[in-house]
């Protein structure tokens, strides 16, 4: 029904007389104007960098904010696209098997912590989480911290914390349907959001199916290529979150979701699902103490299917228990935070042997420090210990961050640690690689270990003199990392082992300095321009990955118009796109590409919208498709229908 809505819908005519009208002049003052300006950002909530709830002008540590207008302005398909739309220094690649990896600022996806309203995923391919969970349907905002994080979520925060937090609404209800097709692998996504308040309850319920074609790149007889074709298959993820307020001072929140994903090959199928629960609590002590407390269990499988009967050669399951405490007491100049966090980790995989199951327990506690001894200055001192009970191993890991407010600019520095403890495979993998060679695990690997400092400079305000009125952001950040004791493999042999091959090992460090720009100007009458360049340089022991390699530049940019004409019709205009560098490892199959992006969102009634964007519009195609080029074979189209029901209902002014 939805799709039959939207190819009727695709016919009617855009009133572009009215947009016609705005160019030359004739609005009205009763024209409103809608634009995102920057400065807007700064005081929204954000709290991810602290784990306590601060205006992000005001937070010490840099924090970036995807708010969901920029979300919905990107017409991102999911979070690789949204993400590569929105920083530089950040690529999605392929592995083995075609799974998804992850580079940003010179780490791997096993380095970086996603996070969903702050709880951990379980399961794990090719050291990447599966990103094909992270629906962004009901997405109220992404908020990113780049650099070591682990004094306040401990492993994994080597690189950087992504955490996708849940979008939360006070009307009496919204029911979003949405339809998207997309020429590239002829895919479709359908898409229902709705939510509920009455009296002290809300419900949250997000629900959205993907199909996707397999998309062939090369033709059979191209020998360079390491990838030939992407393959196809579907993808379902339903959500709910249901929230009870007991009282002014006591919320409870139940949460679950269920996800299904199946890739189709050539002569089989890979399955994967996931079953998640958890539920939450949050008690306000005092006027201003608060006690937050939650247990959540996620188990994530997958399998295999040749001729629809599961083989049973390539089963994995990883389940997860986390138990969370976290109590903050802000008085007038101070927050303090502390918490205390349980984990058993369970894994049971074909990669293990004998069919042997291993699980690991992860307890920690920390505490942060937040002093704020004048109006311009804000201090933040944090320290954590986790320790690990199958290994009898301890990570204990410190942040210290200062923001000076000297208006106009704000000055934020910080020095992190990070770590990431060896993984149940890592330790225990006994995996022969299709005949090629063994792969051993190691019980007696270290956790990895990263140093981050960071220094970052930002300027926000209005311009009236020499330009055009309108508003301004420019964001200037160093950072340094110095990994150690990285976690790879090295050739192996020994009297105690059939065959030889490669066994897991902790190498030396790598050292990566890179600098961040960001820079955003909005002009009152809607029209705006932004643009964000990375630079990275490695140096050190390097080991350059085929599935992930860093650029040493890279860029994106976006040049948007977006304005209320009519009371019923408004308009978005993006041109965008990105820009990457030849990696540093400088393959001969290695090159540097730029792809643009053109965006059209129509408002045409209210709660009606419809989107179209044509990806890749100079008609890009790499001349090998290898695991890190752009897997895509040229220009191609989308066009997407988004109607907010309750709109239809509500009765505006004119």
């Known amino acids: 029904m939805t799709r039959l809505i939207l190819l009727t819908i695709c016919i009617l005519q855009i009133p572009l007389a009215a947009l016609a009208d705005t160019v030359a002049g004739k609005g009205t003052a009763a024209d409103s104007v809608n634009y995102s300006s920057s400065n807007e950002a700064l005081n929204e909530v954000v709290v991810t960098a602290t784990r306590t709830p601060k205006i992000l002008k005001d937070v010490p540590i840099a924090t970036r904010l995807i708010s969901e207008k920029d979300i919905k302005k990107t017409d991102a398909t999911d979070i690789q696209d949204l993400l590569t739309q929105e ?50 349907g009901n997405v109220g905002r992404v908020e990113i911290v780049k650099g070591a994080a682990s004094s306040v979520y401990g492993a994994n925060a080597v690189g950087g914390v992504i955490n996708l937090i849940t979008k939360d609404t006070t009307a ?13 692998g002829k895919g479709w996504r359908d898409g229902i959001n709705m939510n509920f308040n009455r009296s002290k309850w809300n419900s949250n319920t997000s629900i959205q199916y993907s199909t996707s074609e397999t ?90 299917f040749i001729s629809g009967k599961r083989t049973h050669d390539h089963d994995y399951s990883n389940r997860q228990h986390i138990v969370h405490a976290l109590y903050s007491n802000t008085g007038e100049m101070t927050t303090i935070t502390a918490g205390a966090d349980y984990m058993h980790d369970y894994l049971a995989t074909y990669q293990f042997a004998d ?26 001192l944090g320290v954590r210990d986790d320790f690990f009970l199958a290994s009898d191993m301890n990570a204990l890991t410190t942040r210290f961050a200062a923001l000076l407010k000297l208006k106009p600019m704000s000055i934020r520095a910080s020095y992190a640690g990070g770590f990431r403890a060896p993984t149940l495979k890592e ?19 270290k956790p990895e270990r990263s140093h981050n400092l960071n220094i970052a400079f930002e300027r926000n305000g209005q311009i009236r003199r020499f330009l055009p009125a309108g508003s301004y952001s420019i964001n200037l950040a160093g950072f340094y990392n110095y990994y150690d004791s990285r976690i790879t493999t090295t050739d192996y042999t020994s009297e105690t082992t059939e065959y030889p091959g490669a066994i897991y090992t902790n190498e030396r460090g790598v050292r990566v300095f890179g600098i961040d720009i960001n820079a955003r100007y909005t002009l009152c009458c809607g029209l705006g321009a932004s643009i964000s360049y990375n630079y990275l340089h490695r140096s050190g022991n390097i080991i350059d990955s085929q599935f992930s390699q860093s650029r040493p530049h890279s860029a994106t940019w976006r ?41 059209i969102q129509n408002r045409i009634w209210q709660g009606v919208n419809i989107n179209l964007a044509i990806d890749n519009i100079l008609n890009y195609r790499p001349d090998v498709y290898y695991w890190n080029s752009a897997h895509t074979t040229g220009r191609n189209w989308s066009i997407g229908l988004s109607i907010d029901v309750e709109e239809l209902f509500t009765k505006h002014g004119t």
């Open 559 to 599: 040049i948007d118009y977006d304005r209320q004409i009519k009371h019923n019709y408004g308009i978005y205009a993006a041109l965008s796109g990105r820009y990457m560098s030849r990696p540093d490892s400088k393959h001969d199959t290695d090159n540097a590409y730029s792809i643009w992006k053109l965006t």
């Open 215 to 304: 998309i062939k790149l090369t033709d059979d007889f191209d020998t360079e290529s390491t990838i030939h074709e992407i393959f196809g298959g579907r993808v379902l993820n339903i959500k709910e979150r249901l929230t009870f307020r007991a009282t002014d001072k006591l919320r409870l929140t139940a949460s679950g979701a269920y996800f299904d994903r199946t890739s189709k090959r050539v002569n089989y199928e890979d399955r994967y699902n996931d079953y998640n629960g958890g539920l939450r609590g949050t008690r306000q002590l005092a006027n201003t103490q608060n006690l937050e407390f939650s247990y959540g269990y996620d188990q994530y499988d997958k399998s295999r």
């Open 87 to 136: 920083l530089p220094g950040l690529e999605f690649g392929y592995a083995m098997s075609q799974e998804t990896s992850l580079n940003m600022n010179g780490f791997g996806g096993n380095a970086i912590l996603f996070l969903v309203d702050g709880e951990r995923l379980a399961g794990e391919t090719m050291d990447n989480v599966d990103y094909s969970r992270l629906n962004l």
């Open 355 to 380: 069919d042997k199951t291993h699980s690991q327990t992860n307890i920690d506690a920390f505490i942060q420090f937040e002093w704020e001894p004048l109006s311009w200055l804000d201090v933040v």
């Open 172 to 184: 009496p209800w919204n029911l979003n349907l949405s339809s998207r097709f997309n020429s590239s």
């Open 427 to 445: 330790m225990y993998m006994c995996f022969d690689m299709a005949g090629i060679q063994m792969i051993y695990g190691n019980p007696d690997l």
